[in-house]
Structure formats: structure tokens, C-alpha cells
T-cell receptor, first 113, second 112 residues
Framework: DVKVTQSSRYLVKRTGEKVFLECVQD?????MFWYRQDPGLGLRLIYF???????EKGDIPEGYSVSREKKERFSLILESASTNQTSMYLC????????????FGEGSWLTVV | GDSVTQMEGPVTLSEEAFLTINCTYT??????LFWYVQYPGEGLQLLLK?????DKGSNKGFEATYRKETTSFHLEKGSVQVSDSAVYFC???????????FGKGTKLSVIP
């Protein structure tokens, strides 16, 4: 089974803090994704990466950056957390070809106070 | 671009009732179609998928058929259980795209 592991399930951070959300997948997938999920808005893509050191902006990249130094690891960075970034963050991965199944981690609940 | 429209929730059903959650899409070419399920407090899990017209995806008693003529992929289950209470997301994977486009989700509550 594919396993996508997010390092923290629940985090509480203060406004202005730098926040790192870590994600690791164990299936040698080329593609990795970060989504945020908010009530009434569904899932929105923040960034994705199709290879080591490669990244593409998704629908809502503002206020976020990402890092992919190794194939299995994809990090989401909030440079200066704000209260409107309080959300559920979902990491996911998939194999390279288009239209393939995306596998999700369990999610990280971030509260910014 | 690609888009997905699924029925608004929440949906509340009694145990053993029949379930339909409608999903329609717009896309160019021949996308792959997916249903994901999210149980409370968890991430999304793949429920079923279909990759070409007239394919039927099925899993855990749920079914959905890829209808290209109506651009639809409606989710059905003949007899729901309390354990099916979750949020269901329809998604499409467009040809040539790494990403999936998701609907907004439909929350299902099944009461005993």
C-alpha cells in the first residue's frame, strides 16, 4: 500500500512564525502535492512538484513556498503565518503519468493564533 | 479549464436507504474520473475510479459509471450503513495533467 506520511497532525502557531509542514511518501512517486481544505471551498492546490527540485504553483500559492530536495520528501513552508492560513493541509503523491490516482496523507490541522 | 460540479450537501439518509450523489464535469479529451471519501478527521482515500467511457468503478458496495455522453460520474450505493457517513469528493484527471480537479464535496450522514 502507498503510504503518505505527514509529520504533524495538529499544530498551533503564532502569527508571524515560520511554519514547516513535512511530508514523506514511500512509493517512489514522481509527483507530490500540497492542498488546503476549507469548509465550503473544497480542496485547493497550493503547489505541486513533478521532480526533485522542481515545483509549480497551484491555485493559491500566495503566502506559501515549498521545498523538494529528495524525491520522497515535500515540505510546505509558511514564511510568516497568518490567521487566514488556519486550515487543514493535505499532502499527496502520484506516479508520473497524467490522470493517475493521487494518494493522500492524513492531513495536518494548523491553527494560527 | 477542467471543472467538477457535485451535488450540494449535506445529505442525510436512514440506514439501508439508496444513495445517489450526482457529479458532472467539463473537460477536454478523455479524463479519468474518481470518487474519493474522507472519514471524519482523516485524509482522502480513493473509493473508485474509471478511466474510459462506459467503465464502471466499484468498491465497498459503491458504484459509478463513466458516462461520456452526459459528462457524468454519479456515485450510487444500494444500501447505506452508518459507517458510510463521510464526505465524498468527485474528481477528474485531465489528459496531459498531473493534477486532479476536485468538486467541493458532499457530506453524507447516515442515521440508524
Amino acid at each position: 500500500d502507498v503510504k503518505v506520511t505527514q509529520s504533524s497532525r495538529y499544530l498551533v502557531k503564532r502569527t508571524g512564525e515560520k511554519v514547516f509542514l513535512e511530508c514523506v511518501q514511500d512509493m517512489d512517486h514522481e509527483n507530490m502535492f500540497w492542498y488546503r481544505q476549507d469548509p465550503g471551498l473544497g480542496l485547493r492546490l497550493i503547489y505541486f512538484s513533478y521532480d526533485v527540485k522542481m515545483k509549480e504553483k497551484g491555485d493559491i500559492p500566495e503566502g506559501y513556498s515549498v521545498s523538494r530536495e529528495k524525491k520522497e520528501r515535500f515540505s510546505l513552508i509558511l514564511e510568516s503565518a497568518s490567521t487566514n492560513q488556519t486550515s487543514m493541509y493535505l499532502c499527496a503523491s502520484s506516479v508520473a503519468n497524467s490522470g493517475n490516482t493521487i494518494y493522500f496523507g492524513e492531513g495536518s490541522w494548523l491553527t494560527v493564533v | 479549464g477542467d471543472s467538477v460540479t457535485q451535488m450540494e450537501g449535506p445529505v442525510t439518509l436512514s440506514e439501508e436507504a439508496f444513495l445517489t450523489i450526482n457529479c458532472t464535469y467539463t473537460a477536454t479529451g478523455y479524463p479519468s474520473l474518481f470518487w474519493y471519501v474522507q472519514y471524519p478527521g482523516e485524509g482522502l482515500q480513493l473509493l473508485l475510479k474509471a478511466t474510459k467511457a462506459d467503465d464502471k468503478g466499484s468498491n465497498k458496495g459503491f458504484e459509478a459509471t463513466y458516462r461520456k455522453e452526459t459528462t457524468s460520474f454519479h456515485l450510487e450505493k444500494g444500501s447505506v450503513q452508518v459507517s458510510d457517513s463521510a464526505v465524498y469528493f468527485c474528481a477528474i484527471g485531465g489528459a496531459g495533467s498531473y493534477q486532479l480537479t476536485f468538486g467541493k464535496g458532499t457530506k453524507l450522514s447516515v442515521i440508524p
